[in-house]
């Protein structure tokens, strides 16, 4: 997998072979950061279940102030920091622990943009969402992208808008605003 953008265009992103690990495809990944072009620089962000960390290094490739990547499969942890010291990323942290466990701690820590592209079978996308509501974690007029299964059935906060949505036959991805 290619870095498509930014001062980090074309390096490749090791991946490995995971039954858990589902990489956000290129053309989703494309789109999702052409939604984001003026709002990503300088902007701390929190990718929630990193995988193959794509979403993190594409955000720091443009010009993205921080990220930090939570992981909580050891193997596939290891594999993002592996990426991230081969390409001499410093502006990343990246957590082996299980996400809501993880959410359900930290406090006083807000985001200007999150991603959420929890695995699809696991029904933990509604309880993620709950806990950056309750904790507050993301910035007013923050960024939050969800990418899941096109058929779920997810409840959001009302105080998140709509900014852009697209669907593939079978991935419904989203990009929504935090007022």
Same mark, same amino acid.
């Given at each position: 997998m290619r870095i498509i953008s930014g001062i980090l265009k074309g390096n490749i992103i090791n991946t490995?072979?995971?039954?858990?690990?589902r990489p956000t495809k290129n053309q989703i990944r494309e789109t999702l950061f052409h939604w984001l072009e003026n709002k990503i620089q300088e902007k701390?962000?929190?990718?929630?279940?990193?995988g193959s960390g794509a979403l993190g290094i594409e955000a720091i490739s443009r010009h993205a102030k921080h990220v930090t990547l939570i992981e909580k499969n050891k +193997?596939?942890?290891?594999?993002?920091?592996?990426?991230i010291q081969r390409l001499n990323i410093q502006n990343i942290t990246i957590i082996n622990i299980d996400t809501l466990h993880w959410l359900k701690k930290i406090s006083k820590i807000q985001y200007d943009i999150i991603f959420l592209?929890?695995?699809?079978? +696991?029904?933990?996308?509604?309880k993620t969402i709950f806990l950056i509501k309750k904790n507050k974690i993301i910035k007013k007029n923050g960024y939050i992208?969800?990418?899941?299964?096109?058929?779920?059935?997810?409840?959001?906060?009302?105080n998140w808008i709509v900014k852009k949505k697209k669907n593939?036959? +079978?991935i419904c991805y989203v990009l929504y605003s935090s007022c």
């Amino acid at each position: 997998m290619r870095i498509i953008s930014g001062i980090l265009k074309g390096n490749i992103i090791n991946t490995i072979n995971h039954k858990n690990l589902r990489p956000t495809k290129n053309q989703i990944r494309e789109t999702l950061f052409h939604w984001l072009e003026n709002k990503i620089q300088e902007k701390n962000c929190l990718d929630c279940f990193a995988g193959s960390g794509a979403l993190g290094i594409e955000a720091i490739s443009r010009h993205a102030k921080h990220v930090t990547l939570i992981e909580k499969n050891k +193997k596939i942890f290891h594999n993002i920091k592996n990426n991230i010291q081969r390409l001499n990323i410093q502006n990343i942290t990246i957590i082996n622990i299980d996400t809501l466990h993880w959410l359900k701690k930290i406090s006083k820590i807000q985001y200007d943009i999150i991603f959420l592209d929890p695995p699809y079978y +696991k029904n933990i996308l509604q309880k993620t969402i709950f806990l950056i509501k309750k904790n507050k974690i993301i910035k007013k007029n923050g960024y939050i992208y969800i990418e899941t299964f096109r058929y779920n059935e997810i409840q959001y906060p009302k105080n998140w808008i709509v900014k852009k949505k697209k669907n593939t036959k +079978k991935i419904c991805y989203v990009l929504y605003s935090s007022c």
